[in-house]
């Protein structure tokens, strides 16, 4: 099964920051890999698919880039809204498989 | 507005059964395919199944395969996760959610989630 290492754990950071958030496989995915987020206690949202293809409505803030086994998310200038937790999700074979999470504080 | 419901969850005893629903409307639900995601409180999310626009092809994690059945009725928008031989690490919420394109991949719209709880 495919690992998928995020970095770091959680970060701390002020309003207008820019922010990067590391997906690593453990094996080469192409480019299949989705970016969510997620708030306390609500469902998570599909914020980039196939690595950087930024869903509707979602701000232009965020965006995607990696292919082959390192991705990044970067939000370039962090509003209070984002704070919540970032997870990857490699949609490149079965079993699916998770990063750990990336929680955005504020 | 697509809109996914789950139901089914609760208390279960380990080595019980328990079934959940998740009821999809506003979209072609045959046309997508569709996952169940879970979350253990205060953790993170974990993939636990997938199944095929046309039900015929399911994909499992590890962790419930073997114990874990997706199925789905598409002439009545519904999706359900049988789930047996339970265990304690089997506690989590439960999302079921619904693939970008049909190609099940990117889980574009996602239910509420709906609790189930294994303990004696």
């Known amino acids: 099964a495919i690992q998928m290492t995020q970095s770091p754990s959680s970060l701390s950071a002020s309003v207008g920051d820019r922010v990067t958030i590391t997906c690593r496989a453990s094996?080469?995915?192409?480019?299949?890999l989705g970016w969510y987020q997620q708030k306390p206690g609500r469902a998570p949202k599909l914020l980039i698919s196939?690595?950087?293809s930024l869903q509707s409505g979602v701000p232009l803030r965020f965006s995607g880039s990696g292919s082959g086994s390192l991705f990044t998310l970067t939000i370039s200038s962090l509003q209070p809204e984002d704070s919540a937790t970032y997870y990857c999700?490699?949609?490149?074979?079965?079993?699916?498989?998770f990063g750990q999470g990336t929680k955005v504080e504020i | 507005e697509v809109q996914l419901l789950e139901s089914g969850g609760g208390l279960v005893q380990p080595g019980g059964s328990l079934s959940l629903s998740c009821a999809a409307s506003?979209?072609?639900?045959?046309?997508?395919?569709m996952s169940w995601v879970r979350q253990a409180p205060g953790k993170g999310l974990e993939w636990v199944s997938a199944i095929y626009r046309d039900g015929n092809t399911a994909q499992y994690a590890d962790s419930v395969r073997g114990r874990f059945t997706i199925s789905r009725e598409n002439s009545k928008n519904t999706l359900y996760l049988q789930m047996s031989s339970l265990r304690a690490e089997d506690t989590a919420v439960y999302y079921c959610?619904?693939?970008?394109?049909?190609?099940?991949?990117?889980?574009?719209?996602w239910g509420q989630g709906t609790l189930v709880t294994v303990s004696p």
């Open positions: 196939a690595a950087s």
């Open positions: 999700l490699q949609d490149y074979n079965y079993p699916r498989s």
């Open positions: 094996q080469g995915i192409r480019h299949d």
């Open positions: 506003g979209i072609t639900f045959s046309s997508y395919g």
């Open positions: 959610a619904k693939d970008l394109d049909g190609n099940n991949r990117y889980l574009d719209s």
